[in-house]
């Protein structure tokens, strides 16, 4: 893929759970989606399975298409099959983006993301996280709370390192 998911960006979604796509990222699923056109709207796949994550992880149509390959190596019936199958294949929703670029969240991706019915009534903010080659789907709140662990978690890896460019010359785990 030539171009990739990059940055956190902010969109306001509606009472009827509707948001637009970061135009940015829609060039990427745009380019993932061979059905992709002016007349059809490029199509996403929202993982929402996952214990213990609270964002929903999303691809463009190639992108899921590579997952479920990978899936696919994993002798069936096994229990790594089983598992990956369920949370990322079953738990997922294929969705075609309206020509302006917006979609509504599906109720399964709300409850993941942690919306309730207050936050529909009003709206809520939904920050889109970009990954490289997905991105991800959170509530605001939860998004600022998780990055800020993070934020310490990664300063404290740093072992006195001044910058965090220095993770990148260490060896992978």
């Known amino acids: 893929m030539s171009e990739s998911f990059r940055g956190e960006l902010i969109q306001k979604v509606d009472n009827k759970a509707r948001v637009s796509i970061p135009a940015a990222f829609r060039r990427v699923l745009q380019e993932g989606?061979?059905?992709a056109s002016e007349k059809v709207g490029a199509r996403i796949v929202i993982v929402y399975g996952g214990p213990?994550?609270?964002f929903a992880e999303c691809y463009s149509y190639?992108?899921?298409e590579d997952l479920a390959s990978k899936i696919a190596l994993h002798p069936e019936g096994s229990r790594e099959r089983i598992n990956l199958t369920n949370n990322l294949i079953t738990k997922s929703?294929?969705?075609e983006?309206?020509?302006d670029g917006r979609l509504v969240l599906p109720p399964q991706v709300r409850q993941k993301i942690g919306v309730t019915p207050d936050?529909?009534?009003t709206g809520f903010d939904a920050v889109?996280?970009?990954t490289l080659t997905t991105f991800q789907i959170w509530k605001r709140e939860v998004y600022d709370a998780e990055t800020?662990?993070?934020d310490q978690d990664g300063m404290e890896s740093l072992d006195g390192a001044l910058d965090i460019l220095a993770l990148l010359h260490r060896p992978a785990v």
Do not use: E, Q, V
Request: hydrophobic letters at 45%.
């Open 62 to 64: 190639a992108g899921s």
């Open 93 to 95: 929703a294929i969705i």
């Open 52 to 54: 213990g994550r609270k």
């Open 33 to 35: 989606d061979p059905k």
């Open 128 to 130: 889109f996280a970009g």
């Open 119 to 121: 936050d529909l009534t």
């Open 148 to 150: 800020a662990t993070l």
């Open 97 to 99: 983006l309206d020509l």
